[in-house]
């Protein structure tokens, strides 16, 4: 990832606003030094620059939950950065998901309890399929299958969904049997993404952003906030 040049203030600082890159949610304000946006691009974890304790740290770096860097930029006027994250927890010291839930419930978030499934990586799969569908590389398996047409993807479709099933009853037949799951876990999962990888070349091929399903699952889940 390329380091952006903001126009640091008289006191060496710069403001980095941080926005949860699922769902595009600020989560907090900090600020960044030419030090801490360094390490931010070079790790890929999210450091800022203390005021109160006139030092570099990390996010995260006690509590445990680290703040994973998607994506940064500059506003126009190139004074203040924008960074997108995958957040592994709570990122309020007051256990708030955001440092802008004034007046909601504290609630508590553990690391441990509620991980960060890493969704936001997501889009950048989203962005190699559109390179594929423009540039169409000859070597790309993603060309070949978007030359095929909905034929060929919708047929992957329904070969990878039903090997997602026999992996699941292999999984689910050796849990009833007190079996060792790990090879069968990993399987299954390696089906999934599968499964996952070709909906979404079929929601190019056919021209159907994914934002536009997502949109359509937060409709649901607010008409029937119980499901």
């Known amino acids: 990832m390329n380091e952006p040049r903001p126009a640091w203030g008289s006191d060496g600082l710069a403001p980095g606003i941080v926005q949860d890159a699922g769902d595009g949610r600020v989560l907090m304000l900090g600020w960044l030094d030419a030090e801490a946006l360094a390490a931010t691009v070079t790790t890929g974890l ?10 570099l740290w990390r996010k ?34 007051t256990g708030s998901r955001s440092c802008f839930d004034a007046g909601e419930p504290v609630t508590s978030w553990p690391q441990s309890e509620r991980p960060a499934q890493g969704f936001a990586w997501l889009e950048q799969l989203w962005r190699t399929i559109e390179d594929r569908a423009t540039t169409r590389p000859a070597d790309s398996y993603t060309t070949r299958l978007l030359d095929g047409g909905v034929d060929q993807v919708g047929r992957k479709i329904a070969e990878e969904a039903t090997e997602v099933l026999i992996a699941a009853k292999d999984d ?14 990993t399987a ?32 649901r889940a607010g008409a029937h906030p119980g499901r």
């Open 46 to 55: 999210v450091h800022f620059h203390s005021r109160s304790r006139g030092r």
């Open 188 to 219: 299954l999962a390696g089906e999934l993404a599968d499964l996952v990888y070709h909906s979404l070349v079929l929601c190019l091929e056919r021209s159907v952003p994914p934002a536009e399903v997502l949109g359509i699952l937060r409709a």
């Open 60 to 93: 995260g770096e006690a509590s445990g939950n680290e703040l994973s860097l998607e994506g940064l930029a500059l506003d126009c006027d190139g004074d203040a950065l924008l960074l997108t994250v995958s957040a592994a927890g709570p990122t309020c010291h």
């Open 172 to 185: 689910a037949a050796a849990e009833d049997a007190g079996q060792d799951r790990d090879v069968l876990r």
